[in-house]
Structures are given as C-alpha cells and as structure tokens.
C-alpha cells in the first residue's frame, strides 16, 4: 500500500487540502475524520483504537514509519509518499514533521453519556476558541488522570489538528462530549452526582487549597472558561460552587492551561478529609 503520488490535485489527497484554514477544516472533516500530524500524534491514533484512512510522507520518512508502526502495513493503511514540495502545495504549508495522517472519528457521546460512564473527574470547557489551549488542557487531562471532557457549543473542535498535536495525541486516549444546550447540560451532570466547580480568580470564590485538604467529592466536574472573558455569569450560576486558585495578588491570573494542569493535579493529590 505504499502509493507514490506526483499531483497536488490527486483526489486519494483530499483529506489533506488546506490544513491551515481552521474554518473550512471544520465544515469539510465534520464528524467523519480528524489530521494527526507527527510520528507521535500517529502513535496515539494506532494506541487509542482509532482508524487509519491513510498517511501521507515524503520519501526519507517511509523507513522510519513502517518500521515504528508495522501495524500500519498489517492493517493496509495507504500511504502516500510526496515530494516534500509536492506535499507543501497540498496541505498549503511546509510541513517540516514530513508525516501526517487522516483517522476517523468515533461517535461523539453525549453528556448523558459521560454521566452514565463511570468517569468520577471530568474538564468542562466553555468558549476556548483557541485550539492551543485545548490540546495543552487535554494532555495535562490525560497525565493527570481525569476521565473525560465535555466542550460547551461554542468551544473550538477537539479533534482539530493543532489540538490533537498540541496534546500530544493525548486527547484521542479521552471521551469528549460536546454539550448541546448550555448551560442546561451542566444538570444532567448534577443529577448523576457530580459537582461542578466554576474555575475564577474572583476573590470571594472558594480556596482549592483548602478545599482539597477537606476531601473531595466522588463526582466531580472541573469547569473552565476562556483566555480574557473567563466564565460568563448564566455559567457560574448554574454551578455547585465558584473556586480559585491562590495566587500572588498583583497577578490578575494565570493561563488556562496552567490553571487546568494545576487544578487537575490538586484533585489527584487524594489528601485525607
């Protein structure tokens, strides 16, 4: 299954049409097929279950692929062997990694669905447009052992390419939900059991630290809102409580990522009531 390709325009290479134009990737992979991109983030599709459609590599790279990941010539994944000028003008940059692949999804379950699951740590993701901030999220969700993540309507798209390879691939190890009526689904959460923590650096919320150190709920839901607006109010209302963490007072607060890998190793640290 090793195809070598010399056009652009081929269309086994329509996965690949612009990369970089988050808008029309979104409208054109759907929820059929997500890009992973680098021998690490393909790593991540073939351990976490998902399917090759295919890979595409320039020449010196071939070697290195199959030899790593004899799962993708047993499985008859095609690959697609570019030039790497050829490969520039079809995903419309250089892509310096040399590998890239195109995976299908799975079905997306629903919040219900993450509710019913055994999933005791959850992140809850509302209005993060940016893709960066996500993959760190999902990759410290990951390292930090938290069982999935529900995106709010309006959050950036999970699965999108500079996310799956932000985190690492880390992402693709997780259920992801996306919520449909918000903040309403935060209810369903409610009713099976969890808590929800609104994530602010507002004075009057409650002390991680010392919230952690008196014992943790069995269900609990971390939420977190975007860089600059943070969580609207309708979000923070709907939530069990509002929680901070403590930081140097003339710092306003810290990035998302950092407060999601901080907040996530503090529910990890299992202290006794």
């Known amino acids: 299954m090793i195809i070598r390709v010399d056009d652009a325009r081929d269309p086994r290479l329509d996965d690949y049409a612009l990369l970089k134009d988050q808008a029309a990737r979104r409208e054109r992979e759907g929820d059929e097929y997500f890009i992973a991109e680098g021998y690490v983030s393909i790593d991540r599709v073939i351990d976490s279950g998902h399917r090759l459609r295919s890979v595409v590599v320039t020449p010196s790279r071939v070697e290195r692929l199959l030899d790593g990941r004899p799962e993708i010539e047993e499985q008859g994944v095609p690959v697609y062997v570019l030039d790497r000028a050829l490969l520039a003008d079809t995903v419309g940059f ?44 999902a990759r410290a969700a990951r390292g930090l052992q938290l069982d999935a993540i529900v995106l709010d309507p309006r959050c950036t798209d999970a699965y999108s390419r ?36 609104a994530m602010t650096p507002a004075d009057d ?14 269900r609990l839901a971390v939420v977190l809102g975007a860089e600059g607006p943070g969580l609207d109010a309708r979000t923070m209302r709907a939530t069990t409580r509002r929680v901070r963490i403590p930081i140097h007072p003339d710092v306003d607060s810290l ?16 202290i006794a009531p």
Do not use: C, K, Q, Y
């Open 205 to 218: 919320a409650h002390d991680l630290w010392a919230l952690a150190g008196r014992g943790l709920p069995d």
């Open 255 to 270: 990035n998302v990522g950092h407060a999601a890998a901080i907040t996530f190793a503090a529910l990890g640290r299992n």
């Open 94 to 137: 250089d892509l310096h990694r040399g590998v890239v692949a195109s995976a299908d999804r799975r079905p997306v379950p629903s919040v219900a669905d993450i509710a019913a699951s055994d999933a005791r740590r959850i992140a809850v993701l509302v209005g993060l447009n940016d893709a960066e901030n996500v993959g760190v999220i």
């Open 162 to 197: 500079r996310t799956v390879r932000v985190s690492m691939g880390e992402v693709l190890h997780l259920p992801v939900s996306r919520a449909t009526t918000w903040p309403d689904d935060l209810e369903i959460l409610h009713a099976a059991g969890f808590e929800t923590w």
